[in-house]
C-alpha cells in the first residue's frame, strides 16, 4: 500500500492551498481516508476524515468552515481543500487510510502517506 500526498508550499495567511493524495495497493473506495497534521514541537492531530461509501465527512473544530475534505473514486484520490489559511495551520500534513471504521483516531489508521509540508506565512 502507497499513499503519496502532493500540493503543499508556502502561502500567506488568508489564502488557499489544495493538497492531494493518491493511494494504490488497494482497494480504495472501501477505506476511509483521513487527513492529520503535524506541526514542528507538537503531536500528530486530526484534521478532517471521509467516509468510503456515503461521503459522511468529519472536521476537527480548529478547521470546520475553512477546510473541505473530498475524495474521487475513480482516481484513487482524497483532496483537502484548505481556505483562509492561518499560520497556525503551518504543519506537516498526512493522508492515512483505515478498512474498517470510520474514525478521527490516528492509531485507528492502517496506512500513511509521507506527509507534504504546508506553511503559512503571516
Known amino acids: 500500500v502507497q499513499l503519496q500526498a502532493s500540493g503543499g508550499g508556502l502561502v500567506q495567511a488568508g489564502g488557499s492551498l489544495r493538497v492531494s493524495c493518491v493511494a494504490s495497493?488497494?482497494?480504495?473506495?472501501?477505506?476511509?481516508m483521513g487527513w492529520f497534521r503535524q506541526a514542528p514541537g507538537k503531536e500528530r492531530e486530526f484534521v478532517a476524515a471521509?467516509?468510503?461509501?456515503?461521503?459522511?465527512?468529519r472536521y476537527a473544530d480548529s478547521v470546520k468552515g475553512r477546510f473541505a475534505i473530498s475524495r474521487d473514486n475513480a482516481k484513487n484520490t482524497v483532496f483537502l481543500q484548505m481556505n483562509s489559511l492561518k499560520p497556525e495551520d503551518t504543519a506537516v500534513y498526512y493522508c492515512?487510510?483505515?478498512?474498517?471504521?470510520?474514525?478521527?483516531?490516528?492509531?485507528?489508521?492502517?496506512?500513511w502517506g509521507q506527509g507534504t509540508l504546508v506553511t503559512v506565512s503571516s
Open positions: 495497493g488497494l482497494t480504495f473506495n472501501i477505506y476511509t
Open positions: 492515512a487510510a483505515e478498512r474498517h471504521r470510520f474514525t478521527v483516531y490516528a492509531a485507528e489508521y492502517d496506512h
Open positions: 471521509i467516509s468510503w461509501s456515503t461521503g459522511y465527512t
